[in-house]
């Protein structure tokens, strides 16, 4: 039994994967203060679960994707612009 078997899957699905692929989506976005990169990296990160999830408990059966692919990234890409334009603006306020 591996740690993945261990969580819960409501857990998984609605609270953990949620706030770990937007969350680094965002966080990449800050650091590069490019806002594209957040949505980009969200859209990545939750392919890969999504691809990872199904091979793992579905082996047999194809591929399917959420929709969550959708909303994540839009989630990030609203974040990611209320950061990265914050912090670009508190720069240029306390340049002046």
Do not use: C, H
């Amino acid at each position: 039994m591996s740690l993945v078997d261990t969580i819960d899957p409501f857990l998984m699905q609605l609270i953990i994967v949620p706030f770990t692929t937007i969350g680094l989506g965002v966080l990449l976005a800050v650091f590069t203060k490019k806002i594209f990169i957040g949505p980009l990296a969200t859209l990545l990160l939750n392919l890969l679960y999504e691809v990872w999830y199904s091979l793992y408990y579905y082996p047999e059966s194809e591929l399917l994707l959420t929709p969550y692919n959708i909303i994540f990234p839009l989630i990030s890409l609203v974040l990611s612009a209320m950061f990265v334009g914050g912090k670009r603006a508190k720069e240029r306020s306390t340049s002046e």
